[in-house]
Nanobody, 121 residues
């Protein structure tokens, strides 16, 4: 059984940094893993994704230059380094994984339970 477990969410002041982690178990060899977020009253939105083979990574315009996605294939783990956080980054952040090739923006079949990130002074 595949499980994705996120960690690292917290309360942080504007301008601060956080690093989210997502450890996968039950399967190795993904096509891609990604991060999504959902703020209260809003739909879930794409944040970033990275292919498991190679270093191709993509980002939502709202986080480009501030967030960096990375992976540790041996640990079956993906990370999201978030810098210069803003109040509008407040959301539950979800890790996702897809085994089949396709669009990195959607089509993920496996999801974590989410981790809360709150940016507030």
């Amino acid at each position: 059984q595949v499980q994705l477990v996120e960690s690292g969410g917290s309360l942080v002041q504007p301008g601060g940094s956080l690093r989210l982690s997502c450890a996968a178990s039950g399967r190795f060899g993904w096509y891609a893993m990604g991060w999504f977020r959902q703020a209260p009253g809003k739909e879930r939105e794409f944040v970033s994704a990275i292919k498991w083979s190679g270093a191709n990574a993509i980002y939502a315009d709202s986080v480009k230059g501030r967030f960096t996605i990375s992976k540790d294939v041996a640990k079956n783990t993906v990370y999201l380094q978030m810098n210069n956080l803003k109040p509008e980054d407040t959301a539950v952040y979800y890790c996702a994984a897809r085994a089949a090739p396709g669009n990195l923006f959607n089509g993920y079949g496996y999801w974590g339970q989410g981790t809360q990130v709150t940016v507030s002074s």
